[in-house]
C-alpha cells in the first residue's frame, strides 16, 4: 500500500491550496480516506474525512467552511482544497487510509492504518 501526498508550499494568509493524495495498493473504493495535519509544537489533528462512497463528508471545526475534502474513485484519489489559509493552518499535511473497508469517517488517528509521507504547508501572514 502505497499513499503519495503532495500539493503544498509557501502562500500567503487568505490563499488557497490544493492537495492530492494518490494511491495504489489497496481496493481504494472500499476504503475511507482521511487527512490529518501536524503544526509545529501540536499533536496530530484529524481535519477531513471521506467515506468509501463520497456520500458525506466530514471536518475539524478548525477548518469546517474553508477546506472540502472529495475523491476521485477512479483515479484512487483524494483531493483537500484549502481556501482562506491562515497561519494557523500551517502544517505538515498527511493522508491516511481507514483501516477497516466500508466503514464510516474517524479523526481517531489510531483507526488508520497506512500513512502517506506529508506534505507541507506553510501560510505567512
Known amino acids: 500500500v502505497q499513499l503519495q501526498a503532495s500539493g503544498g508550499g509557501l502562500v500567503q494568509s487568505g490563499g488557497s491550496l490544493r492537495l492530492s493524495c494518490a494511491t495504489s495498493?489497496?481496493?481504494?473504493?472500499?476504503?475511507?480516506i482521511g487527512w490529518f495535519r501536524e503544526a509545529p509544537g501540536k499533536e496530530l489533528e484529524g481535519i477531513a474525512c471521506?467515506?468509501?462512497?463520497?456520500?458525506?463528508?466530514y471536518y475539524a471545526d478548525s477548518v469546517k467552511g474553508r477546506f472540502t475534502i472529495s475523491r476521485d474513485n477512479a483515479k484512487k484519489s483524494v483531493y483537500l482544497q484549502m481556501n482562506s489559509l491562515k497561519p494557523e493552518d500551517t502544517a505538515v499535511y498527511y493522508c491516511?487510509?481507514?483501516?477497516?473497508?466500508?466503514?464510516?469517517?474517524?479523526?481517531?488517528?489510531?483507526?488508520?492504518?497506512?500513512w502517506g509521507q506529508g506534505t507541507l504547508v506553510t501560510v505567512s501572514s
Open positions: 495498493g489497496f481496493t481504494f473504493d472500499h476504503y475511507a
Open positions: 471521506i467515506p468509501n462512497s463520497g456520500s458525506h463528508t
Open positions: 491516511a487510509v481507514l483501516r477497516f473497508s466500508g466503514g464510516g469517517c474517524s479523526f481517531d488517528r489510531s483507526y488508520y492504518q497506512y
